[in-house]
C-alpha cells in the first residue's frame, strides 16, 4: 500500500454529504464520501468520492434490529440490487450499497474508470461506511463482496479483524482465470509494466455479460448504463496489477480471516470470451469457480462454501430459481452467526 498518498498538505478526514435522491425509486438515497486519499489514479484537479446508497428508513430498521449490511460491488460494477434489499429487509437489515471511487455513482471523469492502482486506496470509504452505519446505530455488520468486491472484502477482513461480524463472498476474485501462461510469464511482466504504465491498456471488458442482465438487452434488471457501461471498457495494467498482488497474498495464506465467511459460487462456469446464451444465464461466464472451491479454505478456518446451482456470475443476478436459493441460504446463514455472535457477547464464558 505504499502507493497511496494523502492529497491534502495537512491530515484530513473524509466527509459525508447530506442525502439526495437515488434513481433505484422513491425510498432510495444517496450520499456521496469526499475522500482524501490517491493512489495516483484519481482525476488531476479533483479529488475522489465514494457513493452510499440505502432507502431512507435504513436508521429505523438499524435502531430495532442493531444490523446492517454492506454491499461491494465488482469491477466495473454498481450497486442496484434493490430484490436483495427487500429479502435483507424482511429479516430487519438495511442493506447499503457503496460505489467505489472511479466507478458506478462515485465516476468523476470517464477516463478515470476502474484506474485503481493500489486496491488499499479504497479502504477509506469502506472505513468511512462502516462508520457511518455505526453512527446510525448498527453493533453488528455483514460485509458483502462481489468479485472483484469480493477480493476487497477479504482484504478489508483480514486488515481489521474485528471490524465486521460476517463475511458473504458472492462468486469472489481469487485468483486469475486463463492458461498457466497467463498465471506466471504474463502476469510477471504487467507487474513490471503495471508500476511504470499504470493505464496502459492491456485488455478489454466485453459487454456480453452486462448486456445479458439489463432490460434493454432481454435481461430481468435495470441499472444506469453510465454505472455499470454497456460497451467494452478497458483494463489498466495498474489494476491488474494490484489484484494479481492481493491473489499472492491469498495463495501464500496470507490473507487470514477471523469472522465466519461464506463462499458462495457457481456450480459451473461457461466460456468466457465467447459465451452462448444458455451459458450466459446458467453459468459463470466471468471467473473460474474451481479457483474459488480451491482458495477459500485458505481464507479462515472458519469458511464454508455454497454452490447455487446454474448460477450467474453475481449470484444475485440469476435467474429467479438460483438467485432465490442464493438469497435464502445468504441470509439465513448471516442472521444465524448474527445471533450466535450476540450471544457471545452476552455471555462471553461459553466461547
Not at 498518498?5 to 491530515?11: G, I, L, S
Not at 442496484?80 to 429479502?87: G, K, S
Not at 488499499?120 to 472505513?127: T, W
Not at 497467463?182 to 502476469?187: E, S
Given at each position: 500500500?505504499?502507493r497511496?498518498?494523502?492529497?491534502?498538505?495537512?491530515?484530513?478526514h473524509?466527509w459525508?454529504?447530506?442525502?439526495?435522491?437515488?434513481?433505484?425509486?422513491s425510498t432510495?438515497?444517496?450520499r456521496?464520501i469526499f475522500?482524501?486519499t490517491?493512489?495516483?489514479?484519481?482525476p488531476?484537479?479533483?479529488?475522489?468520492?465514494?457513493?452510499?446508497?440505502?432507502?431512507?428508513d435504513?436508521?429505523?430498521?438499524?435502531?430495532?434490529?442493531?444490523?446492517?449490511?454492506?454491499?461491494?460491488p465488482g469491477f466495473?460494477?454498481?450497486f442496484?440490487?434493490?430484490?436483495?434489499?427487500?429479502?435483507w429487509?424482511?429479516?430487519?437489515v438495511?442493506?447499503?450499497g457503496?460505489d467505489?471511487?472511479?466507478?458506478?455513482r462515485a465516476?468523476?471523469?470517464?477516463a478515470s474508470?476502474?484506474?485503481?492502482r493500489?486496491l488499499?486506496?479504497?479502504?477509506?470509504?469502506?472505513?468511512t461506511?462502516l462508520?457511518?452505519l455505526?453512527?446510525l446505530?448498527?453493533?453488528?455488520?455483514?460485509l458483502?463482496?462481489?468479485?472483484?468486491?469480493g477480493?476487497?472484502?477479504?482484504?478489508w477482513?483480514?486488515h481489521?479483524?474485528?471490524s465486521i461480524?460476517?463475511?458473504?463472498?458472492?462468486?469472489?476474485w481469487?485468483?486469475q482465470g486463463?492458461?498457466q501462461f497467463?498465471?506466471?510469464?504474463?502476469?510477471k511482466t504487467?507487474?513490471?509494466?503495471?508500476?511504470?504504465?499504470?493505464?496502459?491498456?492491456?485488455?478489454?471488458l466485453l459487454p456480453s455479460?452486462?448486456r445479458?442482465l439489463?432490460?434493454?438487452?432481454?435481461?430481468?434488471?435495470?441499472?444506469?448504463?453510465?454505472?455499470?457501461?454497456?460497451?467494452?471498457?478497458?483494463?489498466?495494467?495498474g489494476?491488474?496489477r494490484?489484484?494479481?498482488?492481493?491473489?499472492?497474498e491469498?495463495?501464500?495464506?496470507?490473507?487470514?480471516?477471523?469472522?465466519p465467511?461464506?463462499?458462495?459460487?457457481?456450480?459451473?462456469?461457461?466460456?468466457?470470451?465467447?459465451?452462448?446464451?444458455?451459458?450466459?444465464?446458467?453459468?459463470?461466464?466471468?471467473?473460474?469457480?474451481?479457483?474459488?472451491?480451491?482458495?477459500?479454505p485458505l481464507?479462515?478456518?472458519?469458511?464454508?462454501?455454497?454452490?447455487?446451482?446454474?448460477?450467474?456470475?453475481d449470484?444475485?443476478?440469476?435467474?429467479?430459481p438460483s438467485?432465490?436459493?442464493?438469497?435464502?441460504?445468504?441470509?439465513?446463514?448471516?442472521m444465524?452467526?448474527?445471533?450466535?455472535?450476540?450471544?457471545?457477547?452476552e455471555?462471553?464464558?461459553?466461547?
Open positions: 500500500m505504499s497511496v498518498r494523502n492529497t491534502q498538505e495537512k491530515p484530513s473524509p459525508i454529504s447530506s442525502p439526495h435522491p437515488d434513481y433505484l425509486g432510495w438515497q444517496a456521496t475522500l482524501t490517491d493512489d495516483g489514479g484519481a488531476a484537479g479533483r479529488p475522489d468520492v465514494a457513493v452510499i446508497v440505502h432507502e431512507s435504513a436508521a429505523d430498521l438499524i435502531s430495532t434490529s442493531h444490523t446492517a449490511a454492506l454491499y461491494l466495473q460494477d454498481t442496484f440490487h434493490t430484490e436483495q434489499a427487500a429479502a429487509r424482511s429479516v430487519g438495511p442493506l447499503v457503496l467505489f471511487r472511479r466507478g458506478g465516476l468523476r471523469l470517464e474508470r476502474d484506474d485503481i493500489d488499499g486506496v479504497r479502504e477509506e470509504e469502506i472505513s461506511a462508520g457511518y455505526r453512527n446505530g448498527a453493533r453488528r455488520i455483514i458483502i463482496g462481489h468479485s472483484t468486491g477480493l476487497q472484502a477479504a482484504l477482513a483480514s481489521h479483524p474485528g461480524d460476517a463475511l458473504i463472498l458472492n462468486s469472489p481469487l485468483d486463463g492458461s497467463v498465471r506466471t510469464v504474463l502476469t504487467l507487474d513490471h509494466i503495471g508500476k511504470y504504465a499504470p493505464r496502459l491498456k492491456i485488455a478489454r455479460y452486462a445479458s439489463h432490460r434493454d438487452f432481454g435481461g430481468e434488471f435495470y441499472f444506469n448504463p453510465v454505472h455499470k457501461v454497456l460497451y467494452p471498457a478497458p483494463v489498466y495494467a489494476f491488474f494490484t489484484v494479481r498482488h492481493a491473489h499472492a491469498i495463495a501464500r495464506a496470507n490473507v487470514r480471516i477471523s469472522c465467511v461464506l463462499v458462495a459460487h457457481s456450480s459451473h462456469s461457461g466460456n468466457f470470451r465467447h459465451p452462448s446464451s444458455d451459458e450466459l444465464a446458467s453459468s459463470d461466464v466471468v471467473l473460474n469457480v474451481e479457483d474459488m472451491k480451491r482458495l477459500a481464507l479462515s478456518e472458519n469458511v464454508e462454501l455454497l454452490e447455487i446451482p446454474h448460477g450467474r456470475h449470484l444475485a443476478l440469476s435467474r429467479k438467485r432465490e436459493i442464493y438469497t435464502r441460504e445468504t441470509v439465513t446463514w448471516a444465524r452467526h448474527i445471533r450466535e455472535c450476540e450471544k457471545l457477547r455471555n462471553p464464558e461459553i466461547s
